[in-house]
Nanobody, 122 residues
């Protein structure tokens, strides 16, 4: 089992920045690809960004490209999501997930955190 705990969410204004963290424990973190998904009120969970086990490969959903950056620190068992130029439409609960491929398909991730709320006011 891999336990994931997100932190860093909050209420910010449009144009502000936030950095989300996801701390992992229980298994070898560096074995897993990691991803961030988000779920807005009344909508399904959607892919945001993913990073492979080494950090060398990343991919992003189109609407966050150039604004969000995913990174990881395998020594600290943590994955990050730096979010810049936030928009009201980025408001959602953000979840981190662990799997064996840095894919945008949520069904391929085996472990999930409990989520952290990000609210962006206009």
């Amino acid at each position: 089992q891999l336990q994931l705990v997100e932190s860093g969410g909050g209420l910010v204004q449009a144009g502000d920045s936030l950095r989300l963290s996801c701390a992992a424990s229980g298994q070898t973190f560096s074995s897993y690809a990691m991803a961030w998904f988000r779920q807005a009120p009344g909508k399904g969970r959607k892919f945001v960004a993913a990073i492979n086990w080494s950090g060398e490969t990343t991919n992003y959903e189109d609407s966050v490209k150039g604004r969000f950056t995913i990174s990881r620190d395998n020594a600290e068992n943590t994955v990050f999501l730096r979010m810049d130029a936030l928009k009201p439409e980025d408001t959602a609960v953000y979840y981190c997930a662990a799997g064996f491929a840095a894919t945008d398909a949520s069904r391929l991730y085996d472990y999930w955190g409990q989520g952290t709320q990000v609210t962006v006011s206009s």
